[in-house]
């Protein structure tokens, strides 16, 4: 593991587009893995912003992201296809075939995973996988629970997870409680797995995860056995050091 550390979110940010950046010069048809949430906004900016000056494009790769709310489609701007669009696939290249999530709308979520696995396998390792982290040390949105699951999967999201998420909804009954998530199969075969951690919220969540014991309690502690993987955790992140 290589861990940078970096004064604040700005430069969490520029570190991050850069490793992506470099990732898509050297291998422009890139497989990426894409999350979303608060803290890959500014790298998102990042790589617009590389786009526009014409230093990076897009045109060759594919995305795949982590996560989607079920029942949510890409009209819901709470769904995380709305986020994608509107944070990064809209102001890049990158072809609206080539840009994928699960289908929070197939409610049949054995069919929604069954498709969301084959469409993964078929792509083949992902090169470059972006990662937050949950405050409770969810990664994507496989939750704190009893075992790891290795494909694609509905859960039930925790309440530590809904509060979190609330900010992106009018009223807490309006977050979704289930989601459909990569499971930890293609997170450990990407061949890059560059997790992004800001905020002393996330200071406890990261000690745990790369300190303690590797447990499903803790999700992210699996990342402990990814034998690519760069942090990128600002100061206050890192404060529990
Ligand atoms: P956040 O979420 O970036 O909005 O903090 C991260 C996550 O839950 O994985």
């Not at 859960?155 to 990569?182: K, S």
């Not at 699996?222 to 992140?237: G, K, P, S």
Request: with cysteine.
């Amino acid at each position: 593991m290589k861990l940078i550390a970096v004064a604040n979110y700005e430069e969490m940010s520029a570190r991050a587009a850069e490793i992506l950046l470099e990732q898509v010069c050297a291998k422009p048809d890139s497989v990426l893995g894409l999350a979303t949430g608060s803290t890959p906004v500014g790298t998102y900016q990042n790589m617009v912003t590389a786009y526009e000056r014409g230093e990076a494009s897009f045109a060759q790769c594919r995305s795949v992201n982590l996560d989607e709310y079920v029942g949510l489609g890409s009209e819901d701007e709470a769904s995380y296809h709305y986020f994608m669009w509107h944070n990064l696939f809209h102001h890049i290249d990158i072809r609206p075939e080539n840009a994928y999530l699960p289908d929070g709308k197939n409610l049949d979520a054995r069919d929604a995973c069954t498709r969301y696995d084959q469409l993964v396998s078929d792509l083949g390792p992902i090169d470059l996988q972006v990662l937050g982290i949950g405050s409770n040390g969810h990664i994507a949105f496989n939750e704190p629970g009893d075992h790891f699951v290795a494909d694609t999967h509905i859960v039930d999201l925790t309440d530590a997870t809904i509060d979190d998420n609330q900010r992106f909804f009018q009223r807490r009954e309006d977050v979704p409680t289930q989601a459909y998530t990569l499971g930890m199969r293609p997170i450990l075969n990407a061949r890059l797995a560059l997790l992004l951690v800001t905020g002393a919220g996330k200071a406890e969540a990261l000690h745990r995860s790369l300190t303690g014991p590797i447990t499903s309690t803790v999700p992210a502690s699996i990342l402990q056995l990814h034998n690519n993987l760069i942090v990128i955790a600002d100061e206050a992140a890192l404060s529990k050091f």
